[in-house]
């Protein structure tokens, strides 16, 4: 059975992504979804875009995770797919990783759905608690596969690749953390007991800590921060950081 007939009959936005990023096959959903009914040689870095103003780590670039035979796939990501008319459209993405007998990546078959658009209706308590449950669930599931791959195959793993594992393991760990964080401020906003203080905070520290975090979880993006002074009367001072990598 050929792979288009396949992708047909799946109930969902389906394409098969090769190495090199472009689409090599497609069901009429993703046409429908994407707005193009040529999908087959497009490049995936023309169909996203930037969710929120921010570009997800593998938006331009594989994650460094699809390097691992081990790993099979990624988790449900928000993405914005971008449509030829020049409108968007948000969308959940996962994918799972196919690859050769040796372990290198050969293509990536990524599923699409539109996502729900935000602040139609307030959510009933058993959607916030399948919605949280699955966050929780892609970023503890990493954490079991990896932590039980290097208990069960210490000696045969390379040096790099448990490098790799254990900076997944402590993103997803701080993924965790910052999702239950904001669960209880949310708590504590909806009960009144969660105030907010104004402080001043030295941004130029803020900003090297924030690349210091992006750089230990992500080594192949290069970050630099810096600091620029003006004398604008109220004797502010202007922090940024920028990819050093990039344009």
Known sequence: MAVDDVLDDLPVAAVVVAADRR???????????????????????DLLGPVDGEEPV?????????RLRSVTGFPEHEVTLRRPDGSSVAAVVSG??????????????????????????????MEVVSTVSHELRSPLTSVK??????????????????????????????????????????SRLETGRLHLRRQQVDLVVLARS??????HGYPDLDCTAGRRARDSGSGSVVAWWRPTGGA
């Open 210 to 215: 924030v690349v210091e975090k992006v750089t």
């Open 96 to 125: 799972h990783y196919r690859r050769a007998p040796d372990g290198t990546l050969v293509s990536v078959v990524i599923a699409a759905r539109p996502s729900r658009p935000r602040g139609k209706r307030t959510p009933s308590g």
């Open 58 to 66: 593998w938006l331009r670039a594989w994650d460094p995770s699809a």
């Open 145 to 186: 596969g990896f932590t039980s791959l290097l208990l069960n195959r210490w000696e045969r793993i390379p040096d790099d690749q448990k490098q790799t594992m254990l900076g997944q393991i402590n993103q997803d760990a701080d993924r965790v953390t910052r999702l239950i964080t904001e669960l209880l401020d949310i």
């Open 23 to 45: 689409v090599t096959a497609a069901n009429q959903l993703a046409a429908e979804l994407t707005g193009r009914p040529q999908l087959v040689g497009c490049l995936l870095d």
